[in-house]
């Protein structure tokens, strides 16, 4: 399962400058990751886990959430 506080997805969002659908796109996205097995304990495997959500995100057409140049940053 996957468990999402809807309230703190809108604050998150909101602090980070992203529309509500990306930010919560991104959160089912890497939970189903977490559920396949990824995790990010290490530099490693977080670059592993961050460039599956950019690409699944992409095909959504949204953009990478960890870009730090955008809204927010």
């Keep these: 399962d996957i468990a999402l506080c809807a309230p703190v997805v809108a ?3 909101a602090e ?3 529309s509500l659908h990306q930010h919560h796109a991104h959160l089912c996205i ?3 990751l977490h559920l396949l097995g990824y995790d990010h304990e290490d530099a ?3 670059r592993i886990m961050e460039a599956i959500e950019i690409e699944a995100l992409e095909h959504l057409g949204i953009p990478n959430p960890y870009e730090t140049n955008g809204p927010g940053a």
């Design 16 to 18: 980070q400058g992203k």
């Design 11 to 13: 604050r998150e969002a």
């Design 44 to 46: 490693a495997a977080a």
């Design 30 to 32: 890497h939970g189903v």
